[in-house]
């Protein structure tokens, strides 16, 4: 059981980290752990569909979507809203984890959750970012927001060790250690981090937010975002679809994606398994495809998300790939 002092306010554990970084995974584990704590989870993805929300497992009454927007920006008034709902319940819960969208900028999340107007009542804990090992140095052209996510973090969860050899987790360790002065650093397999590390690990420091950044241009003190809605630097494409889908056709889409798409997530009606939901990730050329459950009460249907470069896919080409005669 972890133990907290005796202030009354909720601690607050913020996840961030790059498209695919494990951050749902890493949540899962949190919420399934021996802890015997009543957590609150907020989950934001970038998009009207949110799948990481349907991914959340165990808590289904306790987690609050965010979603068609980022957090940080866009639809930082609606965090702030549902912080105070979660807040109101009759039974408040022990503590809050958010699972920020892979676009995030971490700093202005976090001084939201260090807002004089929750004094007393929250506390930020920790803010941890989630960094791919095989994905660090892919799409150079976000390295500026992935720098973004690991300044302003007080631990760094370097994971999927597994899927590289030592030599490039090396290479991570001396990429950190030439950008950053002090950072924690903890490798893991499949976000398999201990729950003492990842809770109550006590109070984040505000002075945090003040980073100096490296190799970096300056930006505002409000967020690191270019623009509210990130569409100059990210864009989603969306796909449902009602019809069974081949797990032929939608491999052979997948292997067709452009280099600039970076993630696509979601769940497939499928041919082959009508009768269970059938979970797609897909984290730059890195494919996994499986069984996730039976539909249950839940309408079978197909429901993709696409997260990329402006004009990386366009619905109507991923829907004729995927519905292309096999």
Known sequence: MIEFGSTSAIPVTILTGFLGAGKTTLLNRILTGNHGLRVAVLVNDFGSINVDADLVVGLEDDVMSLANGC?????RDDLIETVEAVLARPEK????????SGVSDPSSIAMTFTDQKFRDMIRLDSLMCLVDAEQLFAAPEQMELKLRQIAFSDMVILNKVDLVNRDTVQRVHDWLGSRFRRYRLVEAVNADVPLDILLSVGRFAAEQLQTELPDHHEHGPDCGCRHADHSDGFSTTMMKAEQPISLLSLRSAIRKLPGDVYRLKGFV????????RILVQVVGKRMDISRDGAWGDRKPETRLVAIGAPGALSEHVLTDALFETA
């Open 71 to 75: 957090v940080c920006c866009s639809i």
């Open 93 to 100: 819960p022990e503590y809050i984890v958010l699972e920020a």
């Open 269 to 276: 009606f499928s041919e082959e398994d009508p009768d269970h």
